[in-house]
């Protein structure tokens, strides 16, 4: 069973139209929960942190939650510059490794 | 201040070759992470570093994989002959210590015949 699962796998938005990504993770104890932007042929660019339930982080039209079961991640009337691959990753605690879920691809069409 | 740097960005190698793959982290990060993406796959754990030891080397995928690092900041993996299926994106990041922000460098990208 996977640890981190993300949904949709793949969504496409018309600029503009805000939507939401989806992180639920099952590890037992969370000691921080990330999300990252990965852009073809690049790595990971780090977006967030958020270490406990009810924290919320923005950047631009991103803003992150988290709840004890999933994590979101709302882009609000996104632009084409933000069609990418959002990542989450969850750290374990008693675990230094970041543990990935597989990924949102995410298009905005003008 | 200067990124993670990884080189080379592409390895084009022959089954059973041996390759190295270099990762220079952030100035000052202490700790230092090595992952693996496959097409298709999420990114896959391979190593971490805090300093120069590596308490967990549990994701390597078998002994023909190996890392060091020296002086606390650059660190070497190595791949000894190679198969495709070693083939994939080959990540590196390090953070200021265990536990902390991860920043990743651009990959290598390697691709064994």
């Known amino acids: 069973e996977d640890q981190v699962t993300q949904s949709p796998e793949a969504l496409r938005l018309q600029e503009g139209e805000s939507s939401s990504l989806n992180c639920s993770y099952t590890v037992s104890g969370l000691r921080g929960l990330f999300w990252y932007r990965q852009d073809p042929g690049k790595g990971p660019e780090f977006l967030f942190t958020l270490y406990s339930a009810g924290e919320e982080k923005e950047k631009e039209r991103l803003k992150a939650t988290l709840t004890k079961k999933e994590s979101f991640l709302h882009i609000t009337a996104p632009k084409p510059e933000d069609s990418a691959t959002y990542l989450c990753a969850v750290d374990e605690a008693g675990s230094y490794q970041l543990t990935f879920g597989k990924g949102t691809k995410l298009s905005v069409i003008p | 201040g200067a990124g993670v740097s990884q080189s080379p960005s592409n390895k084009v190698t022959e089954k059973g070759k041996d390759v190295e793959l270099r990762c220079d982290p952030i100035?000052?990060?202490?700790?230092l992470y090595w992952y693996r993406q496959s097409l298709g796959q999420g990114l896959e754990f391979l190593i971490y570093?805090?300093?120069?030891?590596?308490?967990?080397k549990s994701g390597l995928p078998s002994d023909r994989f190996s890392a060091e690092r020296t002086g606390g900041s650059v660190s070497t993996l190595t791949i000894q002959r190679t198969q495709q299926e070693d083939s994939a994106v080959y990540l590196c990041a390090s953070s200021l210590a265990v536990s902390q922000d991860q920043y990743f460098g651009p990959g290598t990208r390697l691709l064994v015949l």
């Open positions: 570093f805090q300093g120069n030891s590596a308490p967990d």
């Open positions: 100035s000052g990060h202490t700790a």
